[in-house]
């Protein structure tokens, strides 16, 4: 069993930051590639920021330059760190990992989401 909890969601003013945090806890052998993902109301779950195991981080233009994925392995956590937001960055938040268990299987995991806000 593997869960990922994220947490650091919000209501926050334009220009302002949030940090985001999802820790993976359960069986797990090891992490490939971690990620965060939103959804605003009505519209499809898309890509924000990937990191890969070797650190190599993958984001979507518009974040670019205000946002910056981390994690940390020791404590299976990943973390977006959000600055300048946008009213446009409002949207649900989720973690996504790709996990390897201990029988050597892979499996993608998401958490449940974290809702943040941005609005004066």
């Known amino acids: 069993q593997v869960q990922l909890v994220e947490s650091g969601g919000g209501l926050v003013q334009p220009g302002g930051s949030l940090r985001l945090s999802c820790a993976a806890s359960?069986?797990?052998?090891?992490?490939?590639?971690m990620g965060w993902y939103r959804q605003a109301p009505g519209k499809q779950r898309d890509l924000v920021a990937t990191?890969?195991?070797?650190?190599?981080?993958n984001y979507e233009d518009s974040v670019k330059g205000r946002f910056t994925i981390s994690r940390d392995n020791a404590k299976n956590t990943v973390y977006l760190q959000m600055n300048s937001l946008k009213p446009e960055d409002t949207a649900v938040y989720f973690c996504?990992?790709?996990?390897?268990?201990?029988?050597?299987?892979?499996?993608?995991?998401w958490g449940r989401g974290t809702q943040v806000t941005v609005s004066s």
């Open positions: 996504l990992a790709n996990i390897r268990r201990g029988n050597g299987r892979n499996s993608l995991y």
């Open positions: 359960g069986d797990i052998f090891g992490i490939n590639v």
């Open positions: 990191i890969a195991s070797g650190d190599s981080t």
